[in-house]
């Protein structure tokens, strides 16, 4: 192709407005946390693997999807690699316009209340909880971002390269509480949320638009119940941002990153000392057939 040709295609205008091809599909999605103390150091790391598979037209009007995880693996400061029995296998249909106090798209958190890995180890809540965040990650790349909106701005209005869209999730509140071990009234605020059609690239011969997400700058704040009867409070903000890579034929997420840098201040009442803590998240999601 000749580089007018070239020039003449990348001015588009391209066309996303139209839903995912309805079809059988396999995800993987590689998660890593690194935890730092304030002084710098590193005070541990998770690795996860998580193994989705997409079943098409779950129902006749095709209002909601059915999901089925395969597997999921975890890895604790750089240890044995185990599974989660308890989630192979597990059905579930996905439901972007669900939410309710403890089932949110249709995950509810009581799957993950008291769950163990494959050598028996009972879970601690950090991880439970994570394992939980993992399946609401996924479907906020694979499905909030990378789907035309019904109402407000959304992907279907990204024609040309380098326009940018402001998404109906900027500055939304989701409450995070989880079981008893994050109490109600524990908030996540995105800060403004954009989209922006960054330009194309080929995934597995395929071609795809790369759409750039950034939540902007949000705040956190966890309640959490501690032994002594009060309660500690984490306070903190986020960003996290990344690129999808949604294939112009079949509008399929092909590739997927997340990179979220979370800083927290926690402090108990009626304690004057407070502990602080870095996180820093990387996703890595990829079609796998």
């Known amino acids: 192709m000749s580089q007018e040709k070239i020039k003449e295609y990348l001015q588009g205008p391209f066309d996303l407005a139209l839903d995912k091809k309805w079809e059988n599909q396999y995800f993987r ?25 997409y079943i098409a037209k779950t129902l006749v009007d095709g209002s909601v999807d059915q999901y089925v995880c395969s597997e999921l693996r975890l890895q604790t400061d750089g240890g044995s690699s185990v599974t989660i029995p308890y989630l192979k296998n597990w059905t579930y249909a996905f439901n972007p316009m669900l939410v309710e106090p403890g089932v949110l ?16 180890r009972a879970l601690p809540f950090s991880i439970r909880y994570a394992v939980y965040i993992n399946f609401i990650d996924f479907h906020c790349i694979n499905d909030i971002f990378s789907r035309p909106m019904k109402l407000g701005k959304g992907i279907q209005d990204l024609k040309l390269i380098g326009q940018r869209i402001v998404h109906p999730a900027s500055f939304l509140e989701s409450p995070v509480h989880f079981g008893a071990e994050i109490k109600s009234g524990s908030i996540f605020q995105n800060g403004e949320v954009t989209l922006e059609l960054k330009g194309l690239s080929i995934i597995e011969e395929s071609p795809c638009a790369i759409i750039a ?7 956190v704040k966890m309640i959490l119940p501690v032994p002594i009867g ?3 409070v984490a306070n903190g903000g986020s960003q996290y941002k990344g690129d999808i890579y949604v294939d112009l034929a079949t509008r399929v997420v092909r ?35």
């Not at 798209?105 to 028996?120: A, C, E, L, V």
């Not at 997400?213 to 705040?219: F, I, P, R, T, V």
């Not at 997927?256 to 890595?284: C, F, N, W």
């Open 230 to 232: 009060q309660d500690s």
């Open 29 to 53: 999605m590689e998660t890593k946390y690194i935890h730092f103390g304030l002084s710098g150091k590193r005070l541990g790391t998770e690795s996860y693997l998580l193994k989705l598979q």
């Open 213 to 219: 997400y950034d939540a902007g700058e949000s705040n």
């Open 255 to 289: 590739k997927a990153t997340l990179d979220e840098y979370m800083i927290q201040e926690t402090s108990t009442q009626g304690s004057p000392s407070k502990m602080g803590e870095y996180t820093v998240r990387h996703i890595l999601l990829r079609l796998a057939g």
């Open 105 to 120: 798209w249709g995950i509810p958190q009581d799957k993950f209340m008291k769950i163990t890995d494959s050598s028996g």
